[in-house]
């Protein structure tokens, strides 16, 4: 779990400042790491990487991350809703800040909208 801090932190503080050559090629490394915690059921990294999707997904939104919406969209359906909390606002960025690529294709917006519904006729615990 430090390590995922860690890495959060690089990213984030290389957001905030000018470091290109950080910037692109800490993307693809992430999303290997992610993409690992998410294919093989990791839970206790889940908080932590949900939160390194919301980084990676704040300012653009790279081809490789909408694939990645697909494998949280499984890890939703599999494990419900513990974690969408979690999750949100890695799908506010989703929803808000490419807006066209979520519109043009239609399994990524009924994604959005299962998990939505779900949430909301589900008997919740207190969180969501």
């Known amino acids: 779990m430090g390590l995922l801090k860690t890495v959060e932190t690089l990213l984030t503080v290389c957001n905030g400042r000018s470091y290109p050559e950080v910037l692109n090629n800490l993307p693809p490394i992430i999303i290997n790491v992610v993409g690992h915690i998410f294919q093989n059921n990791i839970t206790d ?13 704040a300012k653009s ?8 919406l697909e494998l949280i969209y ?11 909390i979690d ?3 890695a ?15 239609p399994n990524r917006l009924l ?8 949430v909301l006729t589900s008997n919740p615990t207190e969180d969501p």
């Open 91 to 105: 799908l506010h960025n989703y929803v808000t800040v490419d807006r066209p690529a979520l519109l043009s294709n």
């Open 74 to 84: 499984q890890v939703f359906k599999k494990d419900g809703l513990d974690y969408f």
């Open 45 to 57: 990294f889940y908080e932590e990487t949900f939160s390194l999707v919301y980084d990676l997904t």
């Open 61 to 68: 939104i790279l081809a490789q991350m909408w694939q990645m």
């Open 111 to 118: 994604a959005i909208f299962d998990m939505c519904k779900s």
């Open 87 to 89: 999750v949100m606002p």
